[in-house]
């Protein structure tokens, strides 16, 4: 991955990244304010040879400091693993604690070319913390004594001093409100980037342009932003006009207009790869579109499975596409007229038990024929492309297929499919329409995203003139004159 990859992630996966990051240093905050505050006393314990005589000489010094340097790394290691210490300790100063307790909380170090030995022990209470220090002290310095005496001696080779006394600590050793929050915010970032880089690897769904280009050379028509106000309110009909979702059926009919320039009249089928998608929603949006904008449109409710349209647009289905292919209703008679847009629409008609026979007869041939006729655009209502086959050959007999991909939800290995059940049948796929795509706000405005990418474009780098830049140009123009 390249850094703008990197980059990409960061901008799109940033709310996971900071929610991670928020939950780990919440957890280290509370963590931190609610731990008991740890003391920590220290002494410091000099080793060193003893001398036989005062007249000692510098090579026989040298060589009593060498004998306690090798000698005070086994002492620093016995004030950790020692029971027997610890225990002297515990009933010298009569302490409710277990020997295990005390040798967690006791630490020794060798301060580096010396002989000397850093003891400390750590404890919820100041005093209790200087009295175990100054008892472990104590208790070591009698031990090394002990040791450290030959059979009949009466002075030891080796002796141990405290040289600093057991201090009384006044600020806690432990939490670190400091250290412990930034060490926090550096693993909640480390932590939620590398989660958000493995939830992209892992996502195959389709959330950009460059994600459909990853998929498919065909190009994206139109964005539609996500509109939870949807389910209440399906029909652009019902939204003001200056409405995100409005503008972006706009841009899709201004683009749709650029595919097939040549042809008199044109059929398309509206699908998706897997049912769920938004296609039925969109195609009906899409037809009304058209209409509103004076082109003599068609609605085909071809979902002859599922058929959603005609309910959406509170028209009858009893009477359409199955009972004029059997014959039972003549095509102009079977056509209704959605009163508020002037779209003209062919409901599904009775659900047949044989669909796909009935979608590849000559009778449906003969039908969009018909309609070709009286019609500038045909809008066809397909069902989904994988899990049946009936868009597929609908689309053989169209001058070809517009998926509706979900925006987040389509994997572009489901677009693949989707196209490749096409190409199995020689029908063509014109374009792609990203569904439910996230929408941005900018200055206070509608953030459409809507267009070629997911920025403030609407499509083919027109952008429209809003009531204010109006102003200003006609008044640029009565200065000019």
């Known amino acids: 991955m390249e850094l703008r990859d990197y980059l990409r992630i960061l901008r799109r996966r940033w709310m996971l990244i900071a929610t991670l990051t928020l939950l780990v240093v919440g957890a280290a905050a509370a963590y931190t304010f609610t731990s008991t505050p740890q003391y920590q006393s220290t002494a410091r314990v000099f080793v060193s040879t003893t001398s036989s005589n005062s007249g000692e000489s510098v090579g026989d010094a040298f060589t009593g400091a060498q004998f306690s340097q090798q000698r005070v790394t086994s002492y620093a290691d016995l004030v950790g693993k020692s029971r027997e210490l610890a225990d002297v300790v515990i009933d010298d100063l009569g302490a409710s604690m277990t020997t295990g307790e005390l040798l967690e909380a006791v630490e020794a170090t060798v301060v580096p070319e010396t002989v000397i030995i850093d003891l400390s022990v750590t404890d919820p209470s100041p005093a209790m913390a200087q ?39 006044t600020t806690p050793v432990a939490p670190q409100p400091v250290r412990n929050l930034g060490l926090a915010l550096v693993l909640g970032l480390l932590l939620g980037f590398g989660v958000a880089v493995l939830r992209e690897l892992l996502d195959t769904t389709i959330k950009s342009p460059d994600d459909l280009r990853d998929a498919t050379e065909v190009p994206l028509l139109g964005s539609i932003g996500y509109d939870a106000s949807i389910r209440t309110e399906p029909l652009v009909t019902s939204l003001a006009s200056h409405a995100p979702r409005v503008e972006a059926f706009r841009v899709l009919r201004t683009n749709l207009q650029f595919v097939d320039v040549d042809a008199a009249t044109k059929v398309f089928v509206v699908t998706s790869a897997l049912p769920g998608e938004g296609k039925t929603t969109t195609a009906v949006n899409l037809a009304i579109t058209l209409a509103q904008a004076g082109q003599k449109t068609l609605l085909v409710e071809c979902d002859l499975r599922r058929p959603k349209a ?172």
């Open 131 to 169: 009295a175990l220090t100054q008892a472990y002290a104590t208790a070591l310095s009698d031990l090394i004594r002990q040791l450290e005496t030959p059979p009949g001696a009466s002075e030891p080779l080796i002796r141990a001093s405290i040289v600093d006394s057991a201090s009384l600590p």
């Open 310 to 481: 005609s309910l959406a647009l509170g028209l009858d289905n009893s009477i359409g596409v199955t009972t004029v292919l059997v014959n039972r209703v003549a095509f102009e008679d079977a056509l209704q007229e959605h009163s508020t847009s002037g779209l003209t629409v062919l409901g599904s008609g009775a659900v047949p038990p044989n669909p796909a026979e009935l979608l590849q007869s000559k009778a449906m041939a003969d039908m969009l024929e018909k309609a070709k006729q009286r019609f500038d655009t045909i809008i066809i209502d397909a069902p989904p492309l994988l899990p049946v086959t009936d868009a597929a050959l609908l689309s053989v007999q169209a001058d070809g297929a517009i998926v509706v991909a979900a925006h987040g939800k389509t994997t572009r290995e489901q677009l693949v499919q989707a196209q490749d059940r096409l190409a199995q049948v020689d029908a063509e796929l014109v374009g792609v329409i990203l569904n439910m795509t996230p929408t941005r706000r900018r200055g206070g405005g509608y953030g459409y995203g809507y267009g070629y990418g997911y920025g403030y474009g609407y499509g083919y780098g027109y952008a429209p003139e809003t009531e204010k830049s109006t102003a200003v140009k006609k008044k640029d123009r009565k200065k000019q004159l």
